[in-house]
T-cell receptor, first 114, second 110 residues
Framework: ETGVTQSPTHLIKTRGQQVTLRCSSQ?????VSWYQQALGQGPQFIFQ???????GRGNFPPRFSGLQFPNYSSELNVNALELDDSALYLC?????????????FGPGTRLTVL | DAKTTQPNSMESNEEEPVHLPCNHS???????IHWYRQLPSQGPEYVIH???SNVNNRMASLAIAEDRKSSTLILHRATLRDAAVYYC???????????FGKGTLLTVNP
């Protein structure tokens, strides 16, 4: 059984640029959530995707968007990057309706905006 | 979302038990108590969860107060690999999102 994987592991961008982060969900999982974790803080929920549609969103502006593909993998896109977008971006997958509803996290992508 | 309160940090010695407290005085009847931990340079990892009764698994035990306003995560024998930030989270019913606080940084001394 393969766990949640994310790519790239690190990324450096400049203010105003756009970035795409990728996530492969754990085998058998149909739901993907994205979280942003600033340094020294707990992760903050960005949004969740289920059946290729956004299924809930946290307090993040529309320049944060995502996609989910038929194989349940997902992308997080951030437009017009700001310095405060520098953070660890975490992807988590789960089996909606499964026996435990536990979320499994990937190792994250560290984004630095200069 | 109901709020949880945890100590910022705790320290333990290797091979001793660790009791990590969490207060959640505004918990509602449908809130599940979840614990995740985050090791350095890794994503959060599920530890345990419960609703009303105490729970045990291979990683830890969860003791839930009778009024459910507090809970305690118990690591029976701490190892150096247990050094991490531990998050106590309330998840309401079928709600999907996890609302993390700052957690408790556990240091384990050899």
């Amino acid at each position: 059984e393969t766990g949640v994987t994310q790519s790239p592991t690190h990324l450096i961008k400049t203010r105003g640029q756009q970035v795409t982060l990728r996530c492969s969900s754990q085998s058998g999982h149909n739901t993907v959530s994205w979280y942003q974790q600033a340094l020294g803080q707990g992760p903050q929920f960005i949004f969740q995707y289920y059946r290729e549609e956004e299924n809930g969103r946290g307090n993040f502006p529309p320049r944060f968007s995502g996609l989910q593909f038929p194989n349940y993998s997902s992308e997080l896109n951030v437009n017009a990057l700001e310095l405060d977008d520098s953070a660890l971006y975490l992807c988590a997958s789960r089996q909606r309706g499964g026996p435990t509803d536990t979320q499994y996290f990937g190792p994250g992508t560290r984004l630095t905006v200069l | 979302d109901a709020k949880t309160t945890q100590p910022n940090s705790m320290e333990s010695n290797e091979e001793e038990p660790v009791h990590l407290p969490c207060n959640h005085s505004t918990i509602s009847g449908t809130d599940y108590i979840h614990w995740y931990r985050q090791l350095p340079s890794q994503g959060p990892e599920y530890v345990i969860h419960g609703l009303t009764s105490n729970v045990n698994n291979r990683m830890a035990s969860l003791a839930i107060a009778e009024d459910r306003k507090s809970s305690t995560l118990i690591l029976h024998r701490a190892t150096l690999r247990d050094a991490a930030v531990y998050y106590c989270i309330l998840r309401r019913g079928s709600n999907y999102k996890l609302t993390f606080g700052k957690g408790t940084l556990l240091t384990v001394n050899p």
